[in-house]
């Protein structure tokens, strides 16, 4: 008696998805997450992001009354935090080295080149407002992405990702409100 095989064809995609798809073998960095996939926030998190909230309006309220223009003093903002972040990797890349943490060092190199698209573009575009939500976007993806891929290589998670990756949201959403007032 013959067997009857069986074939199952998947349902065609819809284009959005399939575009999305296509966007992500080239490099997850370059897929906008929908809404449901956006990560859980821990409880802190928003009372975190309140204060990088309070922050980036301090810093930006001091560039204004530096004279810088207003666009320009929004993407000075972004260049500073940009800075503090790779001080910060950079920081805790010296420690793991001077202690001998080979693998913890690893990590944080690869959270260093993850955005170190973010600390060379923003200089070279100052008051382009568009350009620096897009490359802070685009470094915090990158840092979702590589952390995501590291936690899967070395189980424990490093702090250092989280919080750069909070204060990546957190400037994100301050210049995107900036962008919409602006506008």
């Keep these: 008696?013959?067997?009857?095989?069986?074939?199952?064809?998947?349902?065609?995609?819809?284009?959005?998805e399939a575009a999305r798809r296509r966007a992500m073998l080239l490099h997850p960095s370059n897929v906008t997450p929908r809404a449901s996939d956006s990560s859980l926030q821990e409880p802190g998190?928003?009372?975190?992001?309140?204060?990088?909230?309070?922050?980036?309006?301090?810093?930006h309220q001091e560039m204004l009354n530096r004279g810088l223009p207003a666009r320009e003093a929004l993407t000075?903002?972004?260049?500073?935090?940009?800075?503090?972040?790779?001080?910060?990797?950079?920081?805790?890349?010296?420690?793991?080295?001077?202690?001998?943490?080979?693998i913890d060092a690893n990590v944080v190199?690869?959270?260093l080149a993850s955005i170190q698209c973010m600390t060379r573009a923003l200089p070279r575009h100052p008051g382009d407002l568009d350009y620096a939500a897009r490359t802070v976007s685009t470094a915090r993806r990158r840092l979702q992405y590589n952390g995501g891929l590291l936690h899967r290589l070395h189980p424990h998670r490093n702090p250092a990702f989280q919080e750069a990756v909070a204060t990546l949201q957190s400037l994100e959403a301050f210049l995107n409100n900036r962008q919409r007032t602006a506008a």
Aim: glycine share 4%; charged share 25%.
């Design 45 to 59: 998190s928003a009372r975190q992001a309140e204060e990088l909230a309070a922050r980036f309006d301090g810093l």
């Design 1 to 16: 008696m013959p067997a009857d095989i069986l074939t199952l064809h998947p349902a065609p995609l819809p284009p959005s």
């Design 109 to 111: 190199a690869v959270a």
């Design 76 to 102: 000075e903002v972004a260049r500073t935090a940009a800075r503090d972040i790779w001080d910060g990797f950079a920081l805790r890349l010296r420690r793991h080295r001077a202690a001998g943490e080979q």
